[in-house]
């Protein structure tokens, strides 16, 4: 570990002096400079490749058990009929193996992990009055007061370049000059953003508010009592027994984190519904002061909000868009300055913001290769999976042997990645070597609606099923990632071709054309 270290900090000092320049000592060029992700080309670590392989060697355990269980049991009736050579016993055997074969289905569907599929989703726009330019943003942040003329200048700096529209939504009272944080403001934009996007999912899935057995809600910052999904609860007079869970504190991946858990309770408790609602509060985010490290939140976060109706039931599959085929999550809080790239703190005012680390991009791409190393061979052609297992091979006798990167564009037809910024996305961009169509839903969603935190890759896949992009058997990878820090990916098999849809975040109601 020491020595790991070590090569580490390396590596961090020579970018530094590589990148130094005219602008050297500015603090935003600094960031700019930070903001670099680890070179993919680098070391792979062999963990997280063993780690892949025992992830696809227990999804497919059931399946192998299941020719077994067939050859041993056609061998015992094999057996049966040798013993039992009287026609008059053959009705018997016949009966007797179809009781055998239906108690072996049995036990195999009793066993086996279910499907767990996505209904619908539905994501919240909010109304037209809400909606913000860059310009109108810079000139409200200037005349509340709150910022001095560097803080102005850095946030208006980082908008230029930040990839974010004129037509983003932000709650307005956040400008004003006396603003306070308070739990009014936050538990009143929830409740906006949670209760439009689940109305919309309630009625394009025609599902009855009791439908709903389990509940997942998370959001990031704001954290109440009673909680978010207690909320939910009071609203839609859910059933007294449903199973309800609220996630805070995990950042813009919690959405996938919330998946995982809402497909954990469907195998514990099928033949229900699972709701998740996935969300931020902007209000609750706002940072008022003048440390630079902390305006980033305030440049990039938008109100928006996710509703997710997911089923484990087979009878649910003919109406379902979406099976869940991988989710993989990877979790770097073990390493200091990854659990310290993104902090909520006060700054020395005691005015309370989300702090943004230098390193933060560097930090969550080393999440993100450790993420799709532990994913590419549940997703990956055989063929790709060869080329990389003997390329590694190859490098360990051969150091100076040129490393291979697995093309994840043979595995999915479209990629959601969380619309974080134009930089980060940059980045994925470039390492992946993904072409512009498959960053086509991520840039457009940054420029519409901004970063909506952990229902940022939900705006994205709706961009796709509003221009009718979403073909059966299409495989869609989102891509999430958030403080601690996190990176997790899930994988969506396309069930249909997926039309464009009545509720959907991105279409015009009246002139029924994409925004």
């Given at each position: ?158 908008l230029k370049s930040s990839g974010i529209g004129q037509e983003t939504y932000m709650p307005r009272v956040v400008f004003h000059p006396d603003y306070k944080i ?334």
């Amino acid at each position: 570990m020491a020595r790991e270290q070590e090569q580490f900090s390396a590596e961090i000092q020579d970018r530094g002096s590589e990148n130094m320049g005219p602008n050297g000592g500015s603090f935003f060029v600094s960031v700019k400079v930070r903001q670099r992700l680890p070179d993919f080309l680098g070391s792979v670590n062999l963990k997280y490749v063993e780690l892949g392989y025992s992830y696809l060697i227990s999804h497919r355990l059931y399946f192998l058990i299941v020719p077994v269980l067939i050859v041993l049991c056609s061998a015992e009736i094999g057996k049966l009929k040798d013993l039992f050579p009287n026609p008059k016993c053959e009705l018997t055997d016949a009966l007797f193996m179809l009781v055998l074969l239906g108690f072996i289905l049995y036990i195999f569907l009793d066993l086996a992990p279910r499907s767990t599929y996505l209904v619908d989703f539905a994501c919240y726009r909010p109304p037209d009055e809400l909606k913000i330019s860059k310009e109108e943003f810079i000139e409200l942040a200037r005349n509340s007061g709150n910022f001095n003329d560097a803080a102005i200048d850095f946030q208006k700096r980082v908008l230029k370049s930040s990839g974010i529209g004129q037509e983003t939504y932000m709650p307005r009272v956040v400008f004003h000059p006396d603003y306070k944080i308070s739990l009014k403001d936050g538990r009143e934009e929830a409740a906006m953003v949670m209760f439009g996007a689940i109305n919309d999912l309630f009625r394009a899935t025609k599902i009855r508010p009791k439908d709903i057995g389990i509940l997942v809600v998370n959001c990031g910052v704001l954290n109440t009592t009673p909680s978010l999904s207690s909320m939910v609860i009071n609203h839609f007079k859910l059933r007294p027994n449903i199973q309800s869970f609220n996630l805070g504190g995990m950042g813009c991946a919690a959405g996938i984190i919330a998946i995982d858990l809402a497909k954990d309770l469907l195998n514990a408790y099928p033949g229900t519904y699972a709701l998740v609602v996935s969300t931020e509060a902007v209000c609750y985010t706002w940072y008022k002061g003048n440390d630079l490290d902390m305006l980033l939140s305030n440049c990039f976060f938008r109100m928006g909000a996710a509703a997710m109706l997911l089923s484990s039931s087979r009878l649910d599959r003919w109406r379902a868009k979406y099976e869940l085929k991988q989710l993989v999550r990877t979790h770097k809080g073990m390493d200091e300055r990854s659990f310290e790239s993104i902090h909520l703190k006060e700054d020395a005012k005691g005015t309370q913001g989300v702090s943004v680390s230098k390193d933060v991009v560097e930090v969550g791409g080393h999440a993100l290769k450790a993420n799709i190393t532990a994913l590419g061979p549940l997703v990956l052609p055989v063929s790709e999976q060869f080329h990389f297992l003997t390329n590694l091979l190859f490098r360990k006798k051969k150091t100076n042997y040129k490393p291979y990167i697995p093309d994840y564009k043979l595995a999915f037809k479209h990629v959601c990645i969380l619309a974080a910024s134009n930089k980060v996305l940059d980045e994925i961009q470039k390492n992946l070597e993904l072409t512009e169509e498959y960053m086509e839903a991520s840039r457009k969603t940054l420029e519409r609606f901004g970063n909506t935190s952990s229902s940022s890759v939900w705006y994205e896949l709706a961009y796709l099923e509003a221009t009718s992009k979403i073909k059966r058997g299409d495989r869609v990878w989102q891509l999430a990632f958030g403080s601690g820090f996190k990176c997790n990916s899930v994988v969506w098999k396309a069930l249909k071709n997926v039309g464009r849809p009545k509720q959907n975040p991105w279409l015009d109601e009246d002139k029924d054309e994409c925004l």
